[in-house]
């Protein structure tokens, strides 16, 4: 079962800029789109952000456009979520996940493999 890596979660001062990494073992995937999901304490988990299989569509939740950017490619099997201008509400666990995307023209419909979340935290 593919499991997928985030790393980079930590404490920032609101304002602040943190940058996610997700990677994964083994070879390259093909025809994969990630995303980018966060969960905050007693609420449901919800998409942030996703990329397509090879990169050519982006799409964000409207609360991080204009503040995050989804970047990375399979070549190297590492995806970054860059968060910028934090606020206290960007708290939560973040995940990546991964799902089949085959026309790269849209995200993935569904994510079947995911990560173990990093804690982001944003507080003064």
């Known amino acids: 079962q593919l499991q997928l890596v985030e790393s980079g979660g930590g404490l920032v001062q609101p304002g602040g800029t943190l940058t996610l990494s997700c990677t994964y073992p083994?070879?390259?995937?093909?025809?994969?789109?990630i995303g980018w999901f966060r969960q905050a304490p007693g609420k449901e988990r919800e998409g942030v952000a996703c990329?397509?299989?090879?990169?050519?569509?982006?799409n964000y939740t409207t609360s991080v456009k204009g503040r995050f950017t989804i970047f990375g490619g399979h070549a190297k099997k590492m995806f970054y979520l860059q968060m910028n201008s934090l606020e206290p509400e960007d708290t939560a666990v973040y995940y990546c996940?991964?799902?089949?995307?085959?026309?790269?023209?849209?995200?993935?419909?569904?994510?079947?493999?995911w990560g173990q979340g990093t804690q982001v935290t944003v507080s003064s």
């Open positions: 990329i397509s299989t090879s990169g050519g569509y982006t």
């Open positions: 083994g070879s390259p995937l093909d025809y994969y789109g």
């Open positions: 996940a991964a799902g089949h995307e085959m026309t790269d023209r849209g995200c993935a419909p569904d994510y079947y493999a």
